[in-house]
């Protein structure tokens, strides 16, 4: 293992039950011989992470105390395995949080985000990244340029889910995309459809803040659903016509049918957010009659590459999201802060290794 100056121990934020987490002290994980050490210099706080923390579960995934959280993360190579070949100590990455076996029919298709033996940062019952070190396999941290920041690098996960939607939808340069949703995975989620030529794109939400966030981004079109319909907006501002993608990305039942109702016909649909309940209505007649595609969208496949690409050409000032700021120390409070979504409060980041 070749290695600069690393300490034997680290802090790490753990989640010892629903809505604890104390710092402690552990030993800095040992990389295998095809992985990496990464010291983590940035992590975004996910919606993922504020389930786990205030429920303790999402679905069938129930977290084993103690765990710790945290999967949208970058840093620098602090040590690298015997068998490494693609990384040296002191290389800027971006880390893929998701191992997958390489070896099952989803890998070897190409859609490895299905792999069923994937190994998730902050999914139980996998560790994750509110800690100072990492360790992941050398072909799921992905170089990255000295302009990019560490935080802008971190949102490379959340984009990438935005990237994936765009992919399974078939996101033609000029047409029209609603997006339904205006959280940080919406956010990123424009800056993808302006990346694919989307000629509109019209996203609506409650929060101004996200509305405005979002037209700074990328967003032709912004409705405040306080004040305006959705769906009669955006046939409204398509000439009656509809929009041609839709991408619900709130996780909330009355998005998701807005999502279908806004679109034309022979429209497609991407079901991005996760809704609290397993089974909610839709409606049937407009699927049928519309002939609507829909799409489930579970997180990403062969994105991070392009993903850099994309942030790093300087297309969005993605950086501009990242409005709350937390040490290590304060892991609980920046969850805490994720969990209201208001006050102007838009990407939570918590720094593992700032001073």
């Known amino acids: 293992m070749s290695e600069a100056m690393v300490p034997a121990t680290m802090k790490a934020a753990v989640m010892t039950k629903p809505g604890h987490i104390v710092v402690e002290e552990l030993p800095v994980p040992q990389p295998k011989a095809d992985e990496v050490l990464v010291k983590v210099m940035a992590v975004g706080v996910c919606g993922s992470d504020v389930h786990y923390f205030e429920h303790g579960r999402i679905g069938d995934a129930v977290v084993r105390y103690p765990m710790i959280l945290g999967h949208e993360c970058a840093g620098e190579v602090a040590a690298v395995g015997s068998a490494v070949t693609r990384h040296r100590v002191g290389d800027r990455v971006a880390i893929e949080p998701g191992v997958t076996c390489g070896r099952c029919e989803a890998c070897k ?3 490895y985000n299905l792999c069923p033996d994937v190994v998730f940062y902050a999914t139980p019952p996998v560790d994750g990244a509110f800690a100072q070190y990492v360790t992941i396999r050398e072909d799921f941290a992905f170089g990255i340029p000295d302009h990019l920041s560490y935080e802008e690098a971190a949102l490379i996960e959340p984009f990438s889910v935005g990237i994936h939607a765009a992919k399974r939808t078939r996101l033609q340069p000029g047409s029209t995309v609603a997006i339904m949703g205006m959280g940080p995975v919406g956010l990123m989620a424009v800056v993808a459809a302006k990346a694919f030529g989307a000629g509109r794109i019209i996203v609506a939400d409650l929060e101004p803040a996200r509305l405005e966030a979002a037209l700074k981004l990328g967003a032709t079109h912004a409705i405040n659903v ?37 679109l034309r016909r022979g429209g497609k649909l991407a079901v991005v957010g996760l809704p609290a309940q397993a089974e909610i209505p839709l409606n049937v007649h407009a699927m049928t009659d519309r002939e609507i595609d829909i799409y489930g969208v579970f997180r990403y496949a062969n994105t991070y590459p392009s993903a850099i690409e994309m942030l790093a050409s300087g297309i969005a000032d993605a950086a501009a999201l990242v409005t709350d700021r937390y040490p290590l120390a304060q892991t609980q409070e920046a969850i805490e802060r994720a969990m209201t979504n208001k006050c102007g409060s838009l990407k939570v980041m918590v720094y593992p290794n700032a001073e």
């Open 109 to 111: 298709a190409g859609r």
């Open 226 to 262: 306080r004040e305006e319909d959705a769906v009669n907006k955006v046939f409204e501002l398509t000439g009656g016509r509809g929009a041609d993608v839709a991408w619900e990305t709130a996780g909330y039942p009355r998005a998701l049918q807005s999502a279908l109702l806004s």
